[in-house]
């Protein structure tokens, strides 16, 4: 990360700001005076202002809409991961709460918060989550019902809970679900006898993906946001 972009990041101080503070010789990298604000540095740097060190403030809270092609993981040895995505200080603490198939786009909430993560993702809180599905043929007549009464899906002992569908087009539709199990959705689809060809992720609990936010792009969280997460 650019050196002005993480003092801005950890601290009060505008762009401009922070080129004055080069200036004026009261920006150190490693106990060094420093002053070309383009300088990349790493997690392990220490930058002070004014013989202040300057750190990440924590927890952070992010939305990303993820294009296709990128795996929900910290590291992977054969895909990008989501976490290629941000330009973020310590990125390495960010856990990734609620996972995305690698061609499954939308929204994904990263943070380094472990208890709010939790709470996104532990089954016991039940937290909503609504998908668009586009579908490789026109959905039965009683698929609302039997998503409704849970559906037993290929290797579970446990039908799945109740979840709810809007119908957009014959084969376009719009579900609600509050578990988050192994490729789910298309697993749900397959049970009733379709294909998923589609699948983009709209929200999670109260937080919708920014409409602003083209694939790869990610911002900050609200307080709104982040307290919606009970």
Known sequence: MRLDKYITQVSELSRSQVKKALKAELITLNGEIVKDPALHISPEDLVELDGEALSQPGPRYFMLNKPQGYICATNDGEHPTVLDLLDEINKDKLQIAGRLDIDTTGLVLITDDGQWNHKVTSPR???????????????????????????????????????????????????TISEGKYHQVKRMFAALGNRVTELHRESVGGIVLDEDLEPSEYRPLTDTEINSIQ
Not at 147 to 156: C, I, R, T
Request: with cysteine; aromatic share 6%; glycine share 4%.
């Open 125 to 175: 809180h039940h937290c909503p989550k609504t998908y668009y599905a586009c579908l490789a043929h026109d959905l039965a007549e009683n698929a609302e019902d039997k998503l409704a009464e849970g559906l037993m899906l290929d290797g579970e002992t446990k039908r799945t809970k109740p979840a709810t569908l809007e119908r957009l087009f014959t084969n376009e539709v719009k579900l």
